[in-house]
Every structure is written in structure tokens, then in C-alpha cells.
């Protein structure tokens, strides 16, 4: 049976969104991954450079959507219900964005397509909409959670760029509140979703992790802070006891150097710019967000809507070109290994 394509949910229509949307495809139309724009077909027929309808295509199906990838970018297109002015968000949109989502992640759980990609949210217009989720991965999360799903159970946010792997244990929380929010279970959750991850979606078989520290130099034995003592050592011995290779706590400052890499396949980090920071310093253009721990497979760009740019012609679809490749990468590894 041939693979269904990817599902591309377009995200802000205000945004670049769109805008890269076209490019990746253009980039990707001969060679694939396949997919198709799951959004409003006019918001990509103002951003195709007016090249509207002779690179567009409507489908209603996931096997069009193969059928017409090489000679058109496919869109099933959920119409919005008032004009988008790139580079103004608007609430008015949020009832579409949401929309698409659902409808991406519902292919996804019926075996439509092979995996959603999601183009940048902003997350204010959403919340003035009544939207309660603080980002996709916690709306994913959600989406999915009656499905059966044989892994360790997510959702767990990972960035990847340049050969490194960070997965996050407290993600879009104010630092002054991540030290109360972490927990010996929450660091294990997160770990254990990781292992589960790199074993079955990219194809690491004894993956090793190491874990990062809260406070300079890892808290120097108490001196500088105690959650690495009463939290974090004793998450890596509890999951050194449950058969995870991991060791640390580790200082920030000494984890993430091109040697050190060397030595783990993911890094746990337990807050946002602990994770982003080292990601974008390897690849600023390039870095892809995997949501782990789920029964469908998701990834991003990890940039945001740029509203700033959008409509100029200026924003680049380099990170999302590698989401939707490791998207495509993630679902053969898990078409490879089904689990019963």
C-alpha cells in the first residue's frame, strides 16, 4: 500500500506561514516528502509570488494529495471566515487555526497520512479566542489522548539542530517559577518519553541521556542552590534503577561543547532557554521541534509566526524543510517497527 503524504496544518495565515509553505514546497516537489496544506487556499495564493492557481490545487483526499504533489502544491482547503492581512494577527482567525489543527491530527489518528506538520502559531490571538492550551504541544497532547498508544506517554517537547537533542521538562513557564514546578517525577517522565522516542522514532537502540543542572555549576554541591541534591541526582538515580543510561546532573555551561555531545544521544533540560539556546547557536535557521510521546507524529519549524516580515518575501523555509523531512523520517522508522 503506498505511504499517504504528510499533513501541513498552515498555521497563522497572517504570518509566514503561508509564505514558506509555498517555498517548501517548491524546494521539495520532486523529491518529497510529500504534503499537503491542510488551511485556506487563498491565504497560499496571495504568498505564491501570483503564482495562485497554476501552482495550486485543491484535493479532498490524501491519495490526490500524492497524485498531484510533483505538478502542484495539494491543499484542502478550510476556507477562513474573514480576510487575513499578513502581518496582523487577528482573533478572528483562531476558530480556522484551531480548525486545521484538529483536522490534521484527525488524518493522522486515522492512518490518512503519514504524519502533521504545523506551521507557526501565535499564541495571543488564540488566547483572546478562548483557546486554553498554552501552545500546540499541549493541544496535541490532548487530541490524542484516547488513543492507544504503546510508548512511553508524551507529550514531551524536543528541539533538534545540528546533531544535538534537547528535550524539556518545563517549557513557556516564567523562570521565576521553574524551580517550584520541577519534580523528581516530571524529570523521570520526561526521560523515560525520550528513551522510548530515540529507541523507536530515530532509531537509536541504547540511547544514553544526560540530564542538566538548575543552577550554576549544578548547584556546587549545594552551595549554589539545593534542587540539584533533592530533585535532580535523585531522578537520575531513579532512573538509573528503572535501566535508562543517563548520568548527571551536569552545569549548562559544560553540556552542550561539541565533545561533550559526543558522549549522549538527548540532553534533558529543565527549562526553555536551557533547551533553545544551544539549538539555535548550532543552527539558527534549521532547528525543528518533535513533539515525543505521542501516537501520531508531529513536528514543526522552531521559529515563530514572524509577523514582522510576513507579506515581504523574506522569510526563510529552511527549518521547515527539515521538520517535514524528519516528519518523514520519524513515520518510516515507526512504519519499520509497529507495535501491537
Request: net charge negative; glycine share 12%.
Amino acid at each position: 500500500m503506498k505511504p499517504g503524504p504528510l499533513a501541513l496544518s498552515l498555521g497563522d495565515p497572517a504570518g509566514i506561514g503561508p509564505e514558506i509553505v509555498v517555498k517548501a514546497w517548491n524546494e521539495l516537489r520532486h523529491g518529497g516528502p510529500p504534503f499537503m496544506v491542510v488551511g485556506d487556499y487563498q491565504s497560499l495564493a496571495s504568498a505564491s509570488g501570483g503564482g495562485g492557481a497554476g501552482i495550486l490545487r485543491q484535493v479532498v483526499a490524501p491519495a490526490q494529495a500524492l497524485e498531484a504533489f510533483a505538478d502542484a502544491l495539494p491543499v484542502l482547503n478550510l476556507p477562513l471566515k474573514s480576510p487575513v492581512v499578513a502581518g496582523q494577527p487577528s482573533s478572528a482567525a483562531a476558530p480556522s487555526i484551531i480548525q486545521w489543527i484538529e483536522t490534521a491530527v484527525g488524518l493522522a489518528l486515522s492512518g490518512a497520512v503519514a504524519g502533521v506538520v504545523t506551521a507557526p502559531i501565535s499564541k495571543a490571538p488564540l488566547y483572546e479566542a478562548g483557546f486554553k492550551f498554552p501552545g500546540h504541544t499541549e493541544f496535541l497532547g490532548e487530541l490524542t489522548a484516547a488513543e492507544r498508544f504503546d510508548g512511553a506517554r508524551g507529550p514531551v517537547m524536543m528541539l533538534t539542530a545540528g546533531g544535538l537533542r534537547v528535550a524539556l521538562v518545563t517549557v513557556h513557564m516564567p523562570l521565576a517559577k521553574v524551580s517550584a514546578a520541577l519534580s523528581i517525577e516530571a524529570i523521570v517522565n520526561v526521560a523515560l518519553v525520550t528513551a522510548d522516542a530515540l529507541r523507536r522514532d530515530f532509531g537509536v537502540r541504547s540511547p544514553r541521556l544526560a540530564v542538566a543542572g538548575l543552577n550554576p555549576h549544578a548547584g556546587e554541591g549545594g552551595g549554589i542552590g539545593r534542587e540539584e541534591i533533592e530533585i535532580v541526582a535523585p531522578a537520575v538515580a531513579a532512573l538509573q534503577d528503572l535501566g535508562i543510561d543517563v548520568s548527571g546532573p551536569y552545569p549548562s555551561d559544560t553540556l552542550f561543547p561539541e565533545a561533550m555531545r559526543a558522549s549522549y544521544d538527548a540532553a534533558i533540560c529543565l527549562y526553555h532557554d536551557q533547551a533553545l539556546i544551544p539549538v539555535k547557536m548550532l543552527d539558527f535557521w534549521g532547528g525543528v521541534n518533535v513533539t515525543l510521546g505521542l501516537p501520531i507524529v508531529r513536528t514543526s519549524p522552531d521559529h515563530g509566526t514572524a509577523f514582522d516580515i510576513a507579506g515581504r518575501g523574506l522569510a526563510r523555509p529552511d527549518s521547515l524543510i527539515a521538520a517535514i523531512r524528519l516528519a518523514d523520517q520519524i513515520a518510516q522508522a515507526r512504519a519499520k517497527e509497529p507495535r501491537g
